[in-house]
C-alpha cells in the first residue's frame, strides 16, 4: 500500500541548529514526492518537490530509494521556520492524488 | 498567493444541514482536487476533477459529492452533516491530471464547524 510516514510529531530546535525532517514513503513504482509547509493551519505551500533538486529557504531534501525516504534539511534553523510540515507523495495510479504523511510540527526557539 | 481561491472562508452550521464549498481554479489549471484536513485524520484526499470529469475518488463520504463546471470551478456539497465532519476543507489544483512534473497549489481552505 501507498503511505507516508513522518515518525516525529513535533521537533524543537534552537535558532542556528540544524533541522532534519524524517520522511519515509512505501509506494511501488517510482514516487514523485513534495515537502508543504502549513503556517497556522493556513494554506498548504509548496516547499520543494524532488524532481526540481531546488532549495527553498535553504531547504533541501534528497530523495534515497535504498532507505525509501525524502528527509528535509536546514543547516541553520531560523525562528521563522516554526510551521508545520507535510511530505506527500504522488499516487500517479489513482489520478494524481496526495498522500499525505501525519505532519511534523517543528518549533524553533530563540 | 497560489491563485487558488475557496469561499467562504468560514462556516458554521447545525448538525443535519447541507452546505456547499467553492473553489477557483488557477487560470489554465484543470484538475481540481479536494482534501480534508482534520485533527484526528490528518490531511485526506477526498476527490479530483479533471476538465469536467470525475478522475479519482478517496475517502469521500457517500454524503459528500463535488462537481467541476464547464468555467473549471468546482463545489464540494456536504450533506446530513454531523459534528464529525468539522475540518479544514482545502481544493487545489493542477495543471494536468496529476503525472510527470505537475504541482498542485492549495487554496486558503474552507474551515467548517458543525454544532
Known amino acids: 500500500a501507498q503511505r507516508v510516514t513522518q515518525p516525529e510529531k513535533l521537533l524543537s530546535v534552537f535558532k542556528g541548529a540544524p533541522v532534519e525532517l524524517k520522511c519515509n514513503y512505501s509506494y511501488s513504482g517510482s514516487p514523485e514526492l513534495f515537502w508543504y509547509v502549513q503556517y497556522s493551519r493556513q494554506r498548504l505551500q509548496l516547499l520543494l518537490r524532488h524532481i526540481s533538486r531546488e532549495s527553498i529557504k535553504g531547504f533541501t531534501a534528497d530523495l534515497n530509494k535504498g532507505e525509501t525516504s525524502f528527509h528535509l534539511k536546514k543547516p541553520f534553523a531560523q525562528e521563522e521556520d516554526s510551521a508545520m510540515y507535510y511530505c506527500?507523495?504522488?499516487?500517479?495510479?489513482?489520478?494524481?492524488?496526495?498522500?499525505f504523511g501525519q505532519g511534523t510540527e517543528l518549533s524553533v526557539k530563540p | 498567493d497560489s491563485g487558488v481561491t475557496q469561499t467562504p472562508k468560514h462556516l458554521i452550521t447545525a448538525t443535519g444541514q447541507r452546505v456547499t464549498l467553492r473553489c477557483s481554479p488557477r487560470s489554465g489549471d484543470l484538475s481540481v482536487y479536494w482534501y480534508q484536513q482534520s485533527l484526528d485524520q490528518g490531511l485526506q484526499f477526498l476527490i479530483q476533477?479533471?476538465?469536467?470529469?470525475?478522475?479519482a475518488k478517496g475517502n469521500i463520504l457517500e454524503r459528500f459529492s463535488a462537481q467541476q463546471f464547464p468555467d473549471l470551478h468546482s463545489e464540494l456539497n456536504l450533506s446530513s452533516l454531523e459534528l464529525g465532519d468539522s475540518a479544514l476543507y482545502f481544493c487545489?489544483?493542477?495543471?494536468?491530471?496529476?503525472?510527470?512534473?505537475?504541482?498542485?497549489?492549495f487554496g486558503p481552505g474552507t474551515r467548517l464547524t458543525v454544532l
Open positions: 476533477y479533471y476538465n469536467g470529469e470525475e478522475r
Open positions: 487545489a489544483s493542477s495543471v494536468a491530471i496529476g503525472t510527470g512534473s505537475d504541482t498542485q497549489y
Open positions: 506527500a507523495l504522488i499516487n500517479y495510479n489513482q489520478g494524481g492524488k496526495l498522500i
